[in-house]
């Protein structure tokens, strides 16, 4: 168990140690870790130093960690080590090979290899004063890194002061305070983990977390009941699996004061099962990474609101909803959805392309999101006005997988579109046109983009061969007509993690 006391020595030690290897405010390092205390430290540490931690999703691989930390020319990254199966200092070590200016790899459970350890640098420099001046709020705090709608990762700047004003409002809103528990079951890469459990529960409410490393329902019923956890916030298919638990009503869960949700819609029936089952609240956040939650219902708020709205906009926050003329849409009607306020990022880092993409010069964000408007003031989730695929939360853009898939000799042209699953709500399908030749199988696609770097999560999950793909008369695919053919496949097969 660590203080807040330990987590303060432990911050400024790796600060010290960052200064003594030459890194100063404006530097970037990358930080891949697992739900390990050791994200912590490492992140509030950079951060009193000026340096930016470049937040990377463990699943990322070469393809990923390449353009990521040649984007922010980090001059260091922060592994686990090994974990999962994956030997990241040696991952880490070759991309360095082809990254000048990164220089420095940091294993945090050292197991061999080409590194310097986190344990040791905190040791050496325990006690050391950090002679730098105290960051500002408009200094950068975090730069976090999300697909989205685009064929690369958008990095995303968040400041000391959007993401402070951010969870001060949730602070207000959910009479948060140091006598809550959190449990941390997403990954700390993801705002949703790094944003309510970790920033807003532990360091703006005072409160404590506990992590949980890899989700696993038994596991997350074990911590609940061990350290009396009051907060949970997961995705919809974690709560999907709870609630599917038989055992749920005779575990010890009455420390539990609500359940929060985000990433996609859940099933109403399975929040009455948790509602009814455990006797908790249920909220449900809707938001983006370039400025958290946007919208969010209060566990006051009836089963019906929380279950088929986005809630309402956090209070001196600004919405519209805008027809693709860019007018307001009359109430009740379906529109994107736009927010503007202090709780927003200023843009991405040196993606200017993205900035205009997604940014009005006014401060208005187009989130892309299709969605109207309730008397009530609450909002309802449509879909997505893209085709990005949502597995379980998890954003896929297909365009980046079809330009890998477009390298392999045996594919002659390619569409990833989205099929429904019971469960994670998408899986991804890949419409192919093979070349001639021998057959082509969906492991042979797989194996392709394992030797490619892609993150595992973004493979196909059933391979559809056909002759040609839909087209329109400006050669445009039809991909709504696919992802209707998709709808009507059997349920596919996961890739795993």
């Not at 004003?165 to 528990?181: I, K, N, W």
């Not at 392309?353 to 964000?365: A, C, I, T």
């Not at 408007?373 to 997505?384: C, I, K, L």
Request: neutral net charge; glycine residues 10%; charged residues 20%.
């Amino acid at each position: 168990m660590t203080s807040w006391g330990d987590l303060r020595r432990q911050a400024e030690a790796f600060a010290a140690a960052l200064a003594s290897l030459g890194y100063g405010p404006g530097d970037c390092l990358g930080v891949q870790l697992p739900n390990w205390p050791e994200f912590c430290p490492v992140v509030l540490g950079a951060a009193r130093l000026g340096v930016r931690p470049t937040l990377i999703h463990p699943p990322y691989r070469a393809y990923e960690l390449e353009y990521i930390l040649g984007l922010t020319e980090a001059r260091g990254l922060v592994v686990p080590g090994r974990y999962r199966e994956t030997d990241y200092v040696e991952l880490a070590s070759r991309v360095r090979a082809r990254l000048p200016h990164l220089r420095d790899v940091i294993a945090a459970r050292p197991t061999g290899g080409e590194s310097l350890s986190l344990p040791d640098l905190l040791a050496r420099h325990a006690g050391e004063p950090v002679r730098v001046p105290e960051p500002v709020p408009t200094d950068v705090f975090v730069l976090m890194f999300t697909s989205g709608t685009t064929s690369r990762p958008k990095g995303v700047i968040h400041l000391h002061a959007n993401l402070l004003t951010a969870c001060r409002a949730y602070v207000e809103a959910f009479r948060l305070g140091p006598a809550d528990r959190w449990l941390i079951v997403t990954p700390f890469t993801h705002l949703t983990a790094f944003g309510i459990p970790f920033l807003t529960g532990a360091l703006a409410a005072g409160g404590s977390v506990a992590l949980l490393e890899a989700w696993d329902p038994e596991s997350a019923l074990d911590r609940i009941e061990r350290h009396g956890i009051t907060h949970l916030v997961g995705a919809p298919p974690m709560l999907i699996d709870l609630a599917r638990r038989p055992d749920l009503s005779t575990r010890r869960l009455t420390s539990l004061r609500f359940l929060m949700y985000a990433g996609a819609p859940c099933p109403v029936d399975f929040l009455r099962r948790l509602q009814a089952q455990l006797g908790c609240g249920l909220a449900v956040f809707y938001g983006w990474t370039e400025g958290l939650a946007h919208t969010f219902t209060t566990p006051e708020d009836p089963l019906e609101v929380t279950s088929l709205t986005v809630g309402r906009v956090g209070a001196g926050w600004e919405w519209r909803v805008v027809d693709d003329a860019g007018g307001d849409v009359a109430p009740g009607g379906a529109g994107e959805f736009w927010g503007r306020g202090p709780n927003l990022s200023p843009g991405y880092y040196r993606q200017p392309e993205f900035l205009r993409e997604r940014f009005r010069p006014d401060g208005w964000f187009m989130s892309g999101d299709i969605v109207t408007r309730n008397p009530d003031g609450t909002f309802t989730y449509v879909a997505r006005k893209d085709d990005v695929i949502n597995r379980g939360g998890q954003k896929i853009d297909p365009r980046e997988v079809e330009e890998l898939l477009y390298q392999h000799p045996r594919v002659a042209h390619v569409a990833v579109v989205a099929m429904p699953d019971d469960r994670l709500g998408q899986r991804s399908c890949a419409f192919v046109v093979p070349t001639p030749g021998a057959p082509l199988t969906l492991e042979d696609l797989r194996l392709f983009l394992a030797e490619k770097g892609l993150a595992q999560y973004k493979w196909p999950e059933r391979l559809e061969l056909v002759d040609s793909l839909p087209m329109t008369p400006t050669g445009k695919i039809m991909r709504y007509e696919l992802r209707a053919r998709a709808s009507r496949l059997p349920a596919a097969e996961g890739p795993g993690r």
